[in-house]
T-cell receptor
Framework: KNEVEQSPQNLTAQEGEFITINCSYSVGISALHWLQQHPGGGIVSLFM???GKKKHGRLIATINIQEKHSSLHITASHPRDSAVYIC?????????????FGTGTRLQVTL | DTGVSQDPRHKITKRGQNVTFRCDPISEHNRLYWYRQTLGQGPEFLTYFQNEAQLEKSRLLSDRFSAERPKGSFSTLEIQRTEQGDSAMYLCASSILADEQFFGPGTRLTVL
């Protein structure tokens, strides 16, 4: 079992829909990251959070430390949101900087 | 542009050749990380530096792989005697201590 599991693996939505991507992890963490990867490989950091909720524009990230679960929400989705969204965790013990990544959720938003 | 840069962006090589990639982190960032990403998978940790010291290496990093960060600024990742299984995207990221990591565009390696 991977330390970081994401669901769904693939997601297709119509423009304007509300989208939720889930991430579950099995280790104690000091931080969780949500990342966006476009075709061609570049990765952009969206959020880093260790508790509660963060919002940036149409993106909202939440985390429940007790349940070891995080969600990324996109409100009023747009075709430019089409990308792979990756959850990554930084373990609370061991190498404090190393990130362990999920396999990503591929999102396609259509008109 | 003050982001993380990587060079080259693409590299095609024949099996058995040596390749070297370069990463230039954000200038004030003291930590630098190398990750590898194969098709359809999330990135996997390879190694990281704090300043010029290499503090951890993954078991994924075989003897054919070596990384350096000689003056605590840019870093190089060398792969000797490349194999087809080394084909992947090699990603570099930098941060200030354990803060948010900023990623470069990656170097895509194809081993024929």
């Amino acid at each position: 079992k991977n330390e970081v599991e994401q669901s769904p693996q693939n997601l297709t939505a119509q423009e304007g829909e509300f989208i939720t991507i889930n991430c579950s992890y099995s280790v104690g963490i000091s931080a969780l990251h949500w990342l966006q990867q476009h075709p061609g490989g570049g990765i952009v950091s969206l959020f880093m959070l260790s508790s509660g909720k963060k919002k940036h524009g149409r993106l909202i990230a939440t985390i429940n430390i007790q349940e070891k679960h995080s969600s990324l929400h996109i409100t009023a989705s747009h075709p430019r949101d089409s990308a792979v969204y990756i959850c990554a965790v930084r373990a609370a013990t061991g190498t404090a900087s190393k990130l362990t990544f999920g396999t990503g959720t591929r999102l396609q938003v259509t008109l | 542009d003050t982001g993380v840069s990587q060079d080259p962006r693409h590299k095609i090589t024949k099996r058995g050749q040596n390749v070297t990639f370069r990463c230039d982190p954000i200038s004030e960032h003291n930590r630098l990380y190398w990750y590898r990403q194969t098709l359809g998978q999330g990135p996997e940790f390879l190694t990281y530096f704090q300043n010029e010291a290499q503090l951890e290496k993954s078991r994924l990093l075989s003897d054919r792989f070596s990384a350096e960060r000689p003056k605590g600024s840019f870093s190089t990742l060398e792969i000797q005697r490349t194999e087809q299984g080394d084909s992947a995207m090699y990603l570099c990221a930098s941060s200030i201590l354990a803060d948010e990591q900023f990623f470069g565009p990656g170097t895509r390696l194809t081993v024929l």
